[in-house]
Structures are given as C-alpha cells and as structure tokens.
C-alpha cells in the first residue's frame, strides 16, 4: 500500500479553513459582530497609525477589488468603525481614520492574533518554522511567476 500523495494546495486550503474556524470561534466566545474581512481591514489600519492609508491601500494589502474594499467600508463607516477624512489639497482623496471604537475592538482582535499564532506556531521548533516560511516564501514566487526555467 503507497501512502496517499499531499497536495500543497489542498492542504494549505484545509489548514485556511480551521484558521478561519477558529477565529470565528474567538469571535463568536467574545461576542465580536465584525467578519473577519472586517477585522482583518480594522488591523492593517491600526498597524499603520502614523501613516494616511488610503481605499486603494486597503484594495493592495487585503488583495481585494475597489468595489468589495468600498462595500466593507461602507459598512465600517456607517457601523462608527471608521471614518473618512478629506486630505488637504484633494477633497476627493479620503483617508481611513480608525475611531475609538476601532481601536477598543482592535486591541481585542490584536490579542486573538498574537493567540493565533501562538497555537500555530505551538510545539514547533525554530528550524522548523524557519524551513515552513522558506517554503512558503519559494511558494509565494512561484505563483507570481518568478524563478521560472523558461
């Protein structure tokens, strides 16, 4: 009998999953309403206080298209999340500006990130979590089409 041949990309979909799983646990044991599309933008605003972060900042990191990062804000903006703020010299240009309540919830959701990666990073060594983000680093060009033996 041969053991069953992994493939890369159905596990790294199996493991996505239970990430996502359990963080919708965490949220769900906190009473937290916002998705995790939602919590992930309220992060990248709050990881970058010192900057203007723009919609089209949003669109790059999160990978998501101008209309899906305007539907999230939208929501964000009407649920007192966020607010957005005219930039001097182009009132067209509006930049997020995380409110308090973004930023009580955002600590809360920093916490269960840094719980996260406590869980996933439990019982593995240095080295070996060194080998993991070589690969996925190897993976991550591969897929932009670098490194190619055309």
């Given at each position: 009998?041969?053991?069953?041949?992994?493939?890369?990309?159905?596990?790294?979909?199996?493991?996505?999953?239970?990430?996502?799983?359990?963080?919708?646990?965490?949220?769900?044991?906190?009473?937290?309403?916002?998705?995790?599309?939602?919590?992930?933008?309220?992060?990248?605003?709050?990881?970058?206080?010192?900057?203007?972060?723009?919609?089209?900042?949003?669109?790059?990191?999160?990978?998501?298209?101008?209309?899906?990062?305007?539907?999230?804000l939208n929501v964000l903006e009407r649920d007192g999340y966020i607010e957005r703020q005219s930039?001097?010299?182009?009132?067209?240009?509006?930049?997020?500006?995380?409110?308090?309540?973004?930023?009580?919830?955002?600590?809360?959701?920093?916490?269960?990130?840094?719980?996260?990666?406590?869980?996933?990073?439990?019982?593995?060594?240095?080295?070996?979590?060194?080998?993991?983000?070589?690969?996925?680093?190897?993976?991550?060009?591969?897929?932009?089409?670098?490194?190619?033996?055309?």
């Amino acid at each position: 009998m041969h053991p069953e041949k992994k493939e890369i990309g159905h596990e790294i979909r199996v493991i996505q999953r239970m990430i996502h799983h359990k963080i919708e646990a965490f949220r769900a044991e906190n009473g937290d309403t916002l998705t995790f599309v939602q919590t992930r933008t309220l992060s990248f605003l709050m990881r970058h206080p010192d900057q203007d972060i723009f919609q089209k900042d949003l669109e790059k990191e999160l990978n998501i298209r101008r209309s899906t990062a305007t539907e999230i804000l939208n929501v964000l903006e009407r649920d007192g999340y966020i607010e957005r703020q005219s930039v001097c010299g182009d009132k067209r240009l509006k930049k997020l500006v995380p409110t308090q309540k973004a930023i009580d919830l955002g600590t809360r959701a920093m916490n269960h990130i840094q719980l996260m990666e406590n869980i996933l990073e439990r019982d593995i060594s240095p080295e070996d979590l060194e080998v993991f983000y070589r690969v996925t680093d190897q993976i991550k060009k591969n897929l932009k089409g670098e490194g190619q033996d055309d």
